[in-house]
């Protein structure tokens, strides 16, 4: 852990261009998944809409395992390489919703599971073969989300599962999903147990898909006493809690360079529509009243990839990087927020029209705004550990 | 230069030890008592001397002429350690960017003459004389002329928002020496000139300060055939509007790290008012509207700092700056008014109070936003230099 002094000695990159290989490599791949894949793929009935070919795609390419150690079969790249990928993946137009949790659990796994677990996962990720996409965390429609009613009843084998997950990302897709619950007759502390999904949706889970504003192929999954091994938990059982926080830092910067690609994104589609578009004798760039929000959208999107580098840096050399995660997480959703909008109104009611997909990638910005960690939820920890206020909550 | 690197943490720890030290001895007190002086504000001589005496005004002056040839980052620290002390550099922070004027661009005769005297504070640098009451932000339409003379030059014309004339020895003015219908290029036919005030004085200058809202002791100035020695003129005549630009990216890098420190100065005082002031049977700080105003404002200030290191450090390495200085005095002034305005708000009519010291630091970052660039030109910047859209005005 460095300690403040060497915080100080801490220096980025002035004019970063680090992984441009990673960042080429993405870019081939996504050009072949055009606005149309992703058009086509909402459209599809429910529960089809997961990005298979996409994914393989990533997969074959060893994208989908970046993170995985060498001693797995992984390439082991570093956090930064990861938000490179994902920042290429938005900025080129695609989705990396599926990369990301892949990055986040593949991240928890490392960190905390243990050799059996890792021995059993790890080396499929790392080969394309396995996703480990899926996190059940939130309750179906509870009145109080910090308020967790699935249960894990302890047997002479192990546990058996019941209860609700809500809003959970590639149900049915991930090889393996990830699950909260609490142990009967223990604490209120929570344990997080893996499922081995093909398995489990003959012994009792079920998958219901979920219709939503975006194509972020989740669904509600409910389970009715699903057997699970005793070694199949995560670190120790009741450490759910410390296990996500730590993954949350590196949650928060995968999301904000997603956040920093789709600001890029409406920057450049933006700026090539204000030139084409003539009205009233001149393209519409050339008026201030287009020109301004989308000059001021870069600048705030560029200003929000330096304290996303800030946060990597501080990651890297072994300091707290979470204040700085937090602030970078927020002035990148704002910051794609403003500029996706600012877009949208360039392009006029075209902006509407789905073959341009200014509508679909402003969609999923607004969506990314609520979740993992909503935006207010980044003002709440900057106000208590950055500031050091009282908790407000 | 894609390896250079810049600092994200405390750079320059001596330096803001130091300056730190130096401005407890200048409290909110002795910047209350000048603004009460008539006409409108008094200069900080003692706060100035102090500085000068310190030689931190000279930190860029480089040693063979009695500073210390630190880079613009080095100024940047100091002064932003001035403002977040609660003191202004407004009174002396000119000497430093106006410095490099001549430091780049004069000769080695006007350099060992002036350049000792100004490291040794024998001599003030103070005065920028740009602004015409009909020339704002088109400068290369200004309209006051230096006509060619036995000797030197005549200046015949009007600033206008000429801080600190009256208190400096020396002043770099921009006059038009061939009309604007004779150049070929709009940026060519102004020079750029070196005027002792002492002699200006005698010979037909006239300084009317301006009441304003902030204690910058700005003032109007006219020329009435003021004779200026041929010695005074910068580098080649004609040239001088290309010589001021690159001062003016210095100059945008140490006002807005003027800014950064004014926004961490608010900030602090916020924080520590809203964890002890308590009403309705709780600390302020523990009311989600105010955390999260807070919260909101620290983000943008963390990484308009960001931006404008980054500025510095491309500035520093010789590299182009233009469109980095930009964003970061308008990220940076942005920045400062939204921590001004959530101080201000968190401390109440409290904040209206003089003796808090809240008001006259939030009327003096006013300025960041207008002042020394509107942000409407830095958006035009980005839009067409950046952004590459048409240009606007």
């Known amino acids: ?393 | 230069m894609s390896d250079a690197l810049f600092s994200i943490g405390d750079d320059y720890l001596e330096y803001r030890r130091d300056v730190a030290a130096l401005c407890e001895k200048f409290s909110g007190e002795y910047w209350r008592e000048l603004e009460e002086q008539p006409p409108s504000g008094s200069y900080p001589t003692e706060f100035v001397q102090a500085l000068t005496e310190a030689g931190f005004l000279s930190v860029l002056i480089p040693e063979e002429y009695g500073g210390r040839g630190e880079p613009v980052r080095a100024g940047a620290v100091i002064l932003e350690t001035i403002h977040r002390s609660g003191c202004s550099a407004g009174a002396c922070h000119a000497q430093m960017y106006t410095m490099g004027t001549l430091l780049r661009h004069g000769n080695v005769e006007q350099k060992a003459m002036y350049l000792p005297k100004i490291a040794s504070g024998e001599l003030r640098l103070q005065a920028f004389a740009v602004s015409e009451p009909t020339t704002g932000s088109d400068t290369t339409q200004l309209k006051t002329r230096a006509d060619k003379t036995d000797g030197g030059y005549l200046v015949n014309g009007q600033k206008v928002w000429t801080s600190r004339a009256a208190y400096s020895d020396l002043m770099l003015l921009l006059a038009r020496t061939s009309p604007t219908d004779q150049v070929q290029k709009r940026t060519d036919g102004v020079s750029v000139f070196l005027v002792d005030m002492n002699e200006a004085n005698k010979n037909g200058m006239k300084i009317v300060p301006i009441d304003a809202m902030v204690n910058h002791n700005t003032t109007e100035i006219f020329f009435d055939n003021v004779f200026i020695s041929q010695e005074s003129l910068i580098g080649q005549e004609g040239k001088g509007f290309k010589y001021i630009l690159d001062g003016m990216n210095a100059e945008r890098c140490l006002v807005s790290a003027e800014a950064i420190g004014n926004a961490r100065y608010f900030i602090d005082k916020a924080v520590a008012h809203v964890k002890s002031r308590r009403g309705h049977g709780d600390a302020f700080g523990r009311r989600q509207t105010v955390q999260t105003m807070l919260a909101d404002a620290f983000a943008r200030l963390e990484t308009a700092d960001l931006m404008v290191r980054r500025a510095t450090a491309l500035f520093d390495a010789g590299l182009s700056c233009g469109a980095e200085a930009n964003m970061g005095k308008l990220c940076s002034g942005e920045a400062v008014w939204a921590c001004a305005e959530a101080c201000l708000t968190a401390f109440g009519q409290e904040g209206l109070r003089s003796n808090r010291d809240v008001e006259r630091k939030w009327r003096d970052s006013r300025m960041s936003r207008n002042s020394p660039i509107s942000p409407n030109m830095i958006l035009n910047f980005v839009g067409q230099h950046v952004l590459g859209l048409p240009r606007s005005y």
């Not at chain 1, 992984?19 to 009935?45: H, M, Q």
């Not at chain 1, 604490?187 to 972020?216: H, K, Q, Y």
């Not at chain 1, 890029?264 to 050339?286: D, H, M």
Request: net charge negative.
């Open chain 1, 1 to 393: 852990m460095a300690n403040n002094s060497t915080v100080s000695e801490i220096r980025i990159p002035l004019q970063p261009e680090g992984y441009s290989d990673v960042r080429s490599t993405v870019e081939k791949i996504c050009a072949n998944f055009p606005g149309a894949y992703w058009r086509t793929l909402e459209r599809k009935p429910l529960g089809e809409r997961y990005p298979n070919d996409f994914i393989n795609a990533l997969g074959e390419a060893g994208i989908m395992g970046a993170l995985v150690p060498e001693a797995y079969g992984g390439p082991e790249l570093p956090l930064e390489a990861a938000t490179v990928i994902v920042e290429t993946i938005h900025c080129c137009g695609c989705n990396a919703a599926m990369v990301i949790a892949q990055y986040h659990l593949t991240t928890l796994i490392i960190e905390a599971a243990g050799e059996h677990l890792k021995a059993r996962l790890l080396p499929g990720v790392a080969e394309g073969s396995k996703n480990l996409q899926s996190l059940g965390h939130l309750e179906d429609r509870p009145e109080d989300s910090s308020a967790v009613n699935s249960s894990a009843l302890a047997t002479m084998t192990g546990y058996e599962l019941t209860g609700s997950k809500s809003r959970v990302l590639a149900a049915g897709h991930s090889s393996a999903l990830i699950v909260s619950a609490k142990i009967s007759d223990g604490d209120d502390s929570l344990s997080l147990f893996v499922i081995d999904v093909a398995d489990a949706l003959r012994n009792g889970m079920r998958i219901d898909p979920l219709a939503e504003m975006t194509n972020a192929g989740t669904a509600d999954i409910h389970f009715e006493a699903l057997s699970v091994a005793a070694d199949d938990v995560i670190g120790n059982p009741g450490e759910a809690s410390s296990i996500m926080a730590k993954a949350g830092t590196i949650l928060l910067m995968l999301e904000a360079a997603a956040a920093i690609g789709d600001g890029r994104f409406f920057s450049r589609r933006g700026v090539q529509y204000a030139k084409e578009r003539v009205v009233f004798g001149k393209p519409i760039g050339t008026y201030q009243g287009i020109q301004f929000p989308l000059a001021k959208g870069h600048i705030e999107v560029e200003s929000a990839a330096i304290g996303l580098a800030k946060a990597l840096a501080l990651f890297t050399a072994g300091a707290d990087a979470e204040n700085a995660a937090s602030v970078a997480h927020y002035l990148a959703l704002d910051a794609a927020w403003n500029i996706a909008d600012a877009a949208f109104t360039t392009h006029g009611g075209f902006a509407f029209a789905r073959e341009y997909d200014i509508e679909r990638k402003w969609r999923d910005v607004r969506a990314m705004k609520l979740a993992h960690v909503p935006y207010e939820g980044d003002l709440t920890a900057i106000g208590e550990k950055a500031l050091g206020l009282p908790r407000s909550f």
